[in-house]
């Protein structure tokens, strides 16, 4: 079974410009999270998905956005890049049989976006 | 920062040695789960322990639930140096929304 799938994996953006993240999840898991990972910051939440509808969304700006298809596929896009954005951005999927988080998460590797 | 506390932040111990760390919690839950990351990568599950439950063992590991507390402990017997990795607790608030502990990072020596 292959695992969760992050594309890319490294990318280097200047500031003002928008980037696009893809998380493909295990197969029959309907649930997707995405989580920034900084020295100073720790691994903060971003978003949740579960059958294309957002669920919860941690606290960030709103230039920070994301969607599910209905293939369990997951995109986040963050617009105006600005230098503190620079991170490993990391997504995880879960098979939910009750939608409820109950389950472990399975990580993807991890996309490494430098702002520059 | 929505993250929880997790001690100590690093932890240097001899192979052979046991690590403990630590995470507390603020809400209720219904289960917590240990995570381990090696190097900046991606998170391997180790161990998910529910509300109901007090001790869990897999392995090497054995993580403990006090919900009266607010706490759970997780315990590396036996340490090799392939353990060396930082450790993050993970739970979810009501709403879906995931919480990590501030992670510990643990060095073994060889």
Same mark, same amino acid.
């Given at each position: 079974?292959?695992?969760?799938?992050?594309?890319?994996?490294?990318?280097?953006?200047?500031?003002?410009?928008?980037?696009?993240?893809?998380?493909?999840?295990?197969?029959?898991?309907?649930?997707?999270?995405?989580?920034?990972?900084?020295?100073?910051?720790?691994?903060?939440?971003?978003?949740?998905?579960?059958?294309?509808?957002?669920?919860?969304?941690?606290?960030?700006?709103?230039?920070?956005?994301?969607?599910?298809?209905?293939?369990?596929?997951?995109?986040?896009?963050?617009?105006?890049?600005?230098?503190?954005?620079?991170?490993?951005?990391?997504?995880?999927?879960?098979?939910?049989?009750?939608?409820?988080?109950?389950?472990?998460?399975?990580?993807?590797?991890?996309?490494?976006?430098?702002?520059? | 920062?929505?993250?929880?506390?997790?001690?100590?932040?690093? #932890?240097?111990?001899? %192979?052979?040695?046991?690590? @403990?760390?630590?995470?507390?919690?603020?809400?209720?839950?219904?289960?917590?789960?240990?995570?381990?990351?090696?190097?900046?990568?991606?998170? $391997?599950? #180790?161990?998910?322990?529910?509300?109901? %439950?007090?001790?869990?063992?897999?392995?090497?590991?054995? $993580?403990?639930?006090?919900?009266?507390?607010?706490?759970?402990?997780?315990?590396? @017997?036996?340490?090799?140096?392939?353990? @060396?990795?930082?450790?993050?607790?993970?739970?979810?608030?009501?709403?879906?929304?995931?919480?990590?502990?501030?992670? @510990?990072?643990?060095? $073994?020596?060889?």
């Amino acid at each position: 079974k292959a695992g969760v799938t992050q594309t890319p994996r490294y990318l280097i953006k200047t500031r003002g410009q928008q980037v696009t993240l893809s998380c493909s999840p295990i197969s029959g898991h309907r649930s997707v999270s995405w989580y920034q990972q900084t020295p100073g910051q720790g691994l903060q939440f971003l978003f949740e998905y579960f059958s294309e509808t957002q669920r919860n969304k941690g606290n960030f700006p709103g230039r920070f956005s994301g969607r599910q298809f209905s293939n369990s596929r997951s995109e986040m896009n963050v617009s105006t890049l600005e230098l503190g954005d620079s991170a490993l951005y990391l997504c995880a999927s879960s098979f939910l049989r009750d939608g409820l988080m109950n389950t472990e998460a399975f990580f993807g590797q991890g996309t490494r976006l430098t702002v520059v | 920062s929505q993250q929880g506390e997790e001690d100590p932040q690093a #932890l240097s111990i001899q %192979e052979g040695e046991n690590a @403990t760390m630590n995470c507390s919690y603020k809400t209720s839950i219904n289960n917590l789960q240990w995570y381990r990351q090696n190097s900046g990568r991606g998170l $391997v599950h #180790l161990i998910l322990i529910r509300s109901n %439950e007090r001790e869990k063992h897999s392995g090497r590991l054995r $993580v403990t639930l006090d919900t009266s507390k607010k706490s759970s402990s997780l315990l590396i @017997t036996a340490s090799r140096a392939a353990d @060396t990795a930082s450790y993050f607790c993970l739970y979810y608030t009501g709403g879906f929304k995931t919480i990590f502990g501030a992670g @510990t990072r643990l060095f $073994v020596k060889a």
